[in-house]
């Protein structure tokens, strides 16, 4: 597949890229830092390591260095709590301290050098960590705790402060999780919770407290990774290894940022790959939330579009709220895979159902009609003059006897129907009462989902806390919302999960012969010009329009002549970035003293504006088709990103473009295609063809073979337009800007 065609790994390594505000030493592909897609050295794709964590979340042993049971300070109470945590997961504890004898009656040990073992944690509580880390190092400390903040979220300083950590760590084989970071890794997980749990990922402790507090309602956490600001331990190491945790249902994060993305798409690959969810809050869809993160652990939020892109590609569920977090990562831990797409709403109020089913079809979620024989059946409980076609309404009174349990039956018996959703508004005892235990036993002898809507702001009666709470089968909500975002999120995971197929397990080649022609024509840290860029795009097999480039006006008669009329012409050379404003393109040319004209013209119009040629360019005009731009760009979290979308003026104007993150395949460019807002464009409207759209995804999956091929050598690429000519004619790239790295 074109997507998956990159280099070879020159060396191996523990970390793909660089680390935050660090570089760690690791291998190179054609002199570029690895990426994603890549291969190793023996030839295989390069997948996330996974690291082994279990002795970090069950030690069997854990120093606190600097541990205090002095009332009233900060470090008594940390220490009381990992004291606490050490008992429960059985571990020995071993505080740290140069002059107390014990802490909480427990002998101390004077120095890190003085451990009477290897531990397999330790936790620093010293302002300054960078000497304890290097002892710990010493020691052969298998994992680090460091909570001091004053990193790199304060800027400079402390960006340097953290480099010189992460070093150390990097020179060891010691594991580091912070700085500035927290306890809630040991806090006190419920055990006598049953079922799929949900792991947890957060750089703020306290985002991670709702999601948290689902406990109270009966839904099971396993662990909780407090990243900090990810000096070594990243959240995708997290992600990789919740990924492979058997008790684990749903993994939720709360992220501000990433330190490596392309290190966090192979964590969600691994993560698509199980078929395990990931559910994740992104903070920075605005200046200022990313302006706010950044001071708060010290990342890179990344352009949200991009974001955006790469959650989609690897089946990252992105919502906006923590209360979305928990709701969702709460369902998706604990449904059963869907058996049907179909959602009906089924209430005893015909205007709450009619409500909750337009929220829920502008959801995207299908509402199928149901049988005349199904609403035949449902009619013989219910009055003939409701609507049960979907959603159904039952008008109340058969929610109160045994009709309500064989209308809940008939309408989960449908093979249409794999979601219930059930809202009740309010509590009215004891018709809602009933409704509760009809749905729980129906939901108990039923693999199909069914939902519940508490709409009562109060929440403390015996329907909602016993009978609904109760049941590890009913998916509960508050809101109607987040009822609906759950189950679009159930629902498009299993789809994606059942059709997903890594880019990584592709059969990828070695360096390309488009490769070593391109490497001949890049010129680094220099603008091509536009005749440069048009051969670097032949190399790749992307077609351009019959062109010659001339140097007299006389070469341009004889060009044009060879090309056809009518022609193009422009200027060509490399400091040329925008050529229609400064008036050095001339289109529909039909007679060579027109041609003679127009090469005086432009190369007057260069000379004035100070523009140095390489010559003109004599072009065919193509002329029927749709104008879309395809381009490469750099993201600082996740490097090379394909950009695809309307173009010419329309680009600038209507900015809609659609954004891919390499390595992706055809169907990952036809999904980038299919969300464009001017989409119909391409279908053909007012009489005009369809356009070509093999084509165009072809040109996609070329250029993006370019992007991963060159890496940082390619910093920039602008194919705009790329007219689309109609189905079946293919595609031809009519201008193009490369800027070489």
Sequence with gaps: MLGSTHGTLTTDSRRARAIACGERSGPTVHGRPAQVGDLDVSGRPLHADVPDLDRFFRP?????????????????????????????????????????????????????????????????????????????????????????SGFAETGPEGEAA?????????????????????????????????????????????QGRPVFALQELGIRLSHWAPTGNEADLETADFLSYFAERPEVGAIACYLEGLKDGRSFLLAADRAARRGVPVVAVKVGRTETGARTAASHTGKLTGADAVVDAAFRQFGVIRVDGLDELQDTAALLARARPPRADGVVVYSISGGTGAHVADLATEAGLRLPVLSEARQARLHQWIPGYLNVANPVDNGGHPVGDERGRKIIDAILDDPEVGVLICPITGPFPPLSDRLVRDLVDAAERTDKLVCVVWGSPVGTEPAYREVLLGSSRVATFRTVGNCLTAVRAHLAHHRFTTAYSSPFDEAPRTTSP????????????????????????????????????????????????????????????????????????????????????????????????????????????????????????????????????????????????????????????????????????????????????????????????????????????????????????????????????
């Design 514 to 741: 488009s490769y070593r022609k391109a490497q001949a024509l890049l010129r680094p840290g220099q603008q091509l010009s536009e005749h440069a860029a048009k051969q670097l795009l032949r190399a790749y097999g992307i077609r351009v329009p019959r062109e010659q480039l001339v140097t007299s006006a006389a070469a341009a008669v004889r060009a044009a002549g060879l090309v056809g009329y009518p022609v193009v012409m422009k200027a060509s050379g490399a400091r040329i970035a925008h050529k229609t404003e400064l008036g050095l393109v001339k289109i529909g040319l039909t007679s060579a003293s027109q041609v003679r004209d127009a090469y005086r013209e432009l190369t007057d119009i260069a000379r004035y504006e100070d523009v140095p040629l390489d010559g003109v360019l004599v072009c065919q005009m193509v002329e029927q088709g749709v104008e879309t731009v395809v381009g490469v760009s750099h993201d600082d979290i996740f490097g090379p990103t394909v950009t695809v979308g309307l173009g010419g003026v329309l680009v600038e104007v209507l900015r809609d473009t659609a954004v891919g993150i390499p390595p992706f395949g055809e169907e990952q460019a036809r999904d980038m295609l299919a969300g464009l807002r001017g989409r119909a464009l391409l279908d053909g409207v007012r009489g005009r063809p369809p356009a070509d759209l093999d084509a165009l995804v072809e040109v996609v999956l070329r250029v993006q073979r370019m992007a991963l091929e060159l890496g940082d050598r390619l910093a920039e690429l602008d194919i705009n337009p790329l007219m689309v000519l109609p189905q079946g004619q293919g595609a031809v790239a009519l201008d193009a800007l490369a800027v070489c790295g």
């Design 162 to 206: 953290q480099r010189r950590l992460a070093a150390a760590v990097e020179r060891s084989g010691l594991r580091l999780l912070g700085p500035n970071t927290n306890l809630n890794a040991f806090e006190r997980f419920r055990d006598d919770l049953q079922g799929p749990a949900i792991a947890l990922i957060t750089q703020s402790g306290h």
């Design 60 to 148: 069997h042993s854990v120093a606190v260095i600097g541990a205090s049971d002095t009332e009233g300070r900060p470090r008594t109470g940390i220490t009381r709590q990992l004291a606490d945590w050490a008992e429960r997961v059985g571990a020995r504890l071993y505080p740290v301290h140069p002059s107390r004898p014990a802490v909480f009656g427990i002998p101390c040990v004077p120095s890190v050098a003085d451990l009477p073992e290897q531990v397999d944690l330790a936790v620093v509580l010293v302002g300054d960590p960078l000497p304890v880390v290097e002892e710990l190092a010493d020691a052969k400390a298998r994992f680090a705790v460091v909570f001091a």
